[in-house]
């Protein structure tokens, strides 16, 4: 994983749930960065890294990842609760993009490519048992420059967290299948195979321990913890329920 140093203090905090930051870094560039606040887990930092990571594996256009120095210059005048030591996760942010959404869909020309594109993210979306992208919230950008459809935001994966008990699969409102965007491309006529599904699943198992070996120690949580829950992920039944899932929700939308 890169490593980042901010320039400077915040530019902007964004007023969405977990209130990330916005900070020019080292490199020149800006990142949306989420943080450990204290008093609470950083479980949805590790979902993030590990969502993003995956999703790379599966070939999802999603922002590039990096670990943020935790400087107090960051935080001066900005009034936000954080833990001081623990590195902050850092989403690049994008230029010439916008935000993806039922009222501004129709702007996606349709083609067997955002199709492509649209039914990768719903298929990893299943696997990984994302619950935070449905047809009221895409978390997604369109990138007008490379034309692709961007995944963002994973901390919903693992059935939002949930860590103690088992995962299960997503139906059909939790689904970005459901939403207008998937209605408008679904003409294009087109679908993954089983082989490309379980493909892309074995380039995630063979990236596990370096995910793992990847979580800050600083952000306090149960490395093994994980290592358990991503278990879950390449059983054989759950591959199996979660491709009989998929092929049921294009069939039924």
């Known amino acids: 994983m890169n490593t980042v140093v901010a320039s400077g203090e915040v530019l902007n905090v964004y007023q969405t749930g977990d209130r990330p930051i916005l900070v020019l870094c ?3 560039n800006h990142y949306i960065c989420k943080y450990k606040q204290p008093g609470y887990s950083a479980n949805k930092l590790v979902s993030e890294l590990i969502g993003s990571t995956f999703a790379k594996l599966w070939g999802i256009p ?4 990096s670990f943020v120095v935790n400087d107090p210059i960051i935080w001066e005048n ?3 609760s954080h833990d001081p030591v623990a590195p902050l996760l850092g989403s690049m942010k994008m230029e010439n993009v916008f935000d993806l959404s039922s009222f501004n869909c129709d702007q996606i020309k349709v083609s067997q490519r955002s199709l492509s594109q649209l039914l990768r993210i719903a298929l990893f979306d299943l696997w990984i ?6 047809s009221n919230n895409y978390n997604l950008l369109f990138d007008l420059r490379l034309q692709n459809i961007v995944s963002i935001d994973y901390g919903g994966i693992f059935n939002s967290g ?7 699969q997503l139906n059909e409102s939790d689904s970005i299948i459901s939403s207008d965007l998937y209605e408008r491309l679904k003409t294009a006529d087109f679908t993954f195979s089983r082989i490309s599904f379980l493909s ?9 321990p370096e995910v793992i070996k990847a979580i800050p120690n600083e952000w306090g949580v149960n490395s093994n913890l994980f290592a358990n829950k991503l278990d879950e992920l390449f059983d054989v039944r759950w591959l199996g329920d979660t491709w009989e899932t998929y092929k049921n929700l294009i069939e039924i939308a």
């Open 200 to 208: 892309f699943v074995s380039r995630c198992k063979a990236a596990v």
């Open 26 to 28: 080292s490199d020149g």
């Open 162 to 168: 949930i860590l103690g008990m088992p995962i299960y």
């Open 129 to 134: 048992a994302n619950e935070d992208r449905t």
């Open 62 to 65: 999603t922002p590039q990842i």
């Open 78 to 80: 900005c009034g936000i």
